[in-house]
């Protein structure tokens, strides 16, 4: 058995360990991606157009999207608080339709708040990065 001196660290080897393999190469594929982007979401169309064209693909801007957020999760625990419960208890309810019922819980209503939160506060800081970047081209 080796001792560990004479032991080679693989992380502090600059040459791989099979370097006869040969690796994709990927830029190979480029020309096949579409040049025309489907719709895409705002967050990443912040990287690839214009702060302004960003701010429009928004449904609100950032700063109403994470209010609205937080205030529907604070709003989730309140039915809890209502019914005696603790503080954002999961309670579940139904709403009738035509032909069926809809099941629903205050645990949606608190993931989407936690959703619209979070799209509002990435949409903001990738809005002003974006927007710090335009500034100093």
Known sequence: MPSPSNRTDPLKSRTPPDSGARTPSFTKA???IDSEPPEI???LAALTVSAAEARRRLP????R???LGVLAALLSGLPGVIAGQPFLTHLWFSVPLAVTELPLSTVIVFDLG???AVWGAVGGFCLSL???VEEQE
């Open 130 to 132: 974006l927007a710090m």
């Open 60 to 63: 609100l801007p950032p700063e």
């Open 41 to 43: 979401s705002s967050e």
């Open 30 to 32: 480029l020309p096949l």
């Open 65 to 67: 999207l994470t209010a």
């Open 114 to 116: 936690v959703y619209l």
